[in-house]
């Protein structure tokens, strides 16, 4: 059922941070055919934007009449970016709209029913280990849970987040966070500091499951453990957290991409504190030992990437704005 009326709020924006994992470890495949998962992950200061406004007759803000709403998606994005019903945040709102009783749209006459317009402004990196599509999905279901009064807390939003995908929970909320399972399991953790990063971006996209194929052909399932990134984190040290960074995905990637182990080993020839493949890549993270060095090492890996960005983390969870 929609929830109170927002008869003030007619268009809501959500600002919402990428991630990185500092650790990954496989643990193996489950009989469902995913993958038992140990990771921690953290927002990251490079991000995209999800508005979403009503349209429609003077009544539209009403809950009531969001029981028939059509819903409009564009994005400022490359062709890259899957469109329409084949968008995260699209199924994230059809997701939002089946559980809150938000029905397909309806015409009397001529007479325009009411419109949900998403727009999606892109900066995250696409199918790059940085769950941009998690993010875009996390921030669709936190717009319109706020325009159409929905009412559902975090716990509730991570609930559906769940039924998208494996990181979609962690970019409900954001922050630092352990989480198990397929991914879906998150607690958060404890983090002080903050962290200069240089993120190495390729245009040319690496397949999430293609790199969870080559895994289960070339890998080994993964005892290791995230204790040593958890305690650089708890203590603020980022030398430790560069020399504990780890991830079991490494393996599958450079197989599909070689040049990527090239890409992390040239990172730390540059000086960075520790560099890792993020996720499933093949974005590569290099931890850098202040806002300084860090622009000191993009500077050194000019060529090396299609594109390189400096960013913070943790760059905390989604932000909503209103109006």
């Not at 995209?48 to 994005?77: K, N």
């Not at 090396?304 to 989604?318: H, Q």
Request: glycine share 10%; aromatic share 4%.
């Amino acid at each position: 059922m929609v929830g109170a009326d927002r008869t003030g709020t007619s268009c809501v924006r959500v600002r919402v941070p990428s991630k990185v994992n500092l650790f990954l470890s496989v643990r193996g495949r489950r009989p469902d055919g995913y993958h038992e998962l140990v990771t921690v992950m953290q927002t990251v200061s490079i991000h995209d934007t999800v508005s979403a406004r009503l349209d429609g007759s003077a009544s539209a803000a009403h809950p009531a009449a969001r029981r028939f709403m059509d819903l409009a998606f564009t994005q400022e994005a490359g062709p890259e970016v899957p469109p329409g019903g084949d968008n995260l945040a699209v199924r994230a709102a059809r997701q939002l709209m089946g559980l809150v009783g938000v029905g397909t749209a309806q015409r009397d006459g001529e007479a325009m029913v009411p419109v949900t317009r998403l727009h999606l402004t892109k900066r995250i990196p696409v199918a790059a280990g940085m769950a941009g599509g998690s993010a875009d999905a996390a921030a669709a279901l936190l717009a319109l849970n706020e325009l159409w009064g929905t009412e559902l807390d975090r716990n509730e939003l991570r609930d559906v987040a769940a039924e998208l995908g494996a990181d979609v929970p962690f970019c409900v909320t954001g922050g630092t966070a352990l989480a198990t399972g397929t991914g879906t399991a998150i607690a958060q953790v404890l983090c002080r500091g903050r962290y200069h990063w240089v993120v190495g971006i390729s245009e040319q996209p690496l397949s999430t499951p293609a790199v969870y194929r080559a895994f289960d052909e070339v890998g080994t399932p993964g005892e290791a453990e995230p204790d040593a990134v958890l305690q650089a984190l708890r203590t603020g040290d980022a030398e430790a957290l560069g020399a504990a960074l780890h991830n079991d995905l490494e393996v599958a990637a450079f197989s599909l991409r070689p040049e990527l182990r090239d890409a992390r080993d040239a990172f730390l020839d540059a000086g960075a504190l520790g560099a890792v493949v993020s996720g499933s890549g093949p974005t590569v993270v290099a931890l850098a030992a202040s806002a300084q060095h860090a622009v000191e090492v993009r500077e050194r890996m000019q060529g090396v990437f299609d594109r390189s960005e400096v960013a913070l983390s943790p760059a905390g969870g989604p932000e909503l704005a209103l109006g």
